[in-house]
Nanobody
Framework: VQLQASGGGLVQAGESLRLSCTAP????????LAWFRQAPGKEREFVAA???????YYQDSVEGRFTITRDLSKNTLYLQMNSLKPEDTAVYYC?????????????????????WGQGTQVTVSS
């Protein structure tokens, strides 16, 4: 299922952005949904995930600043990003998996997801 991410932009450090992810024509109710990001010259890294049960998982560097949610009525996944830092600059991707994972580490691995969005650019200036 192709996902569509949006909401990126150029902001100053300390400001906020909210990213959205939808699956046009399909429900986004994958059992597991996540956000990853990739900065220039770096590998794609895990940012946050939300399980079917509602459990949330975060990378340490965004814990307390980012919040992942999903709105079933709007068929949309969100990533609320507050107190943005220049090091948050990256292309952000949403991802989905039909599987339910029991091991925490599974949420952090890009190989656990089989549906991906096209990415949305987030740039944070200092």
């Amino acid at each position: 299922v192709q996902l569509q991410a949006s909401g990126g932009g150029l902001v100053q450090a300390g400001e906020s952005l909210r990213l959205s992810c939808t699956a046009p024509g399909r429900t986004v109710l994958s059992n597991t949904l996540a956000w990853f990001r990739q900065a220039p010259g770096k590998e794609r890294e895990f940012v946050a995930a939300i399980a079917r049960s509602g459990g949330e998982y975060y990378q340490d560097s965004v814990e307390g600043r980012f919040t992942i949610t999903r709105d079933l009525s709007k068929n949309t996944l969100y990533l609320q990003m507050n107190s943005l830092k220049p090091e948050d600059t990256a292309v952000y991707y949403c991802a989905g998996s039909p599987r339910i994972y029991t091991r925490r580490s599974s949420y952090y691995q890009s190989t656990s997801y089989n549906s991906w969005g096209q990415g949305t650019q987030v740039t944070v200036s200092s």
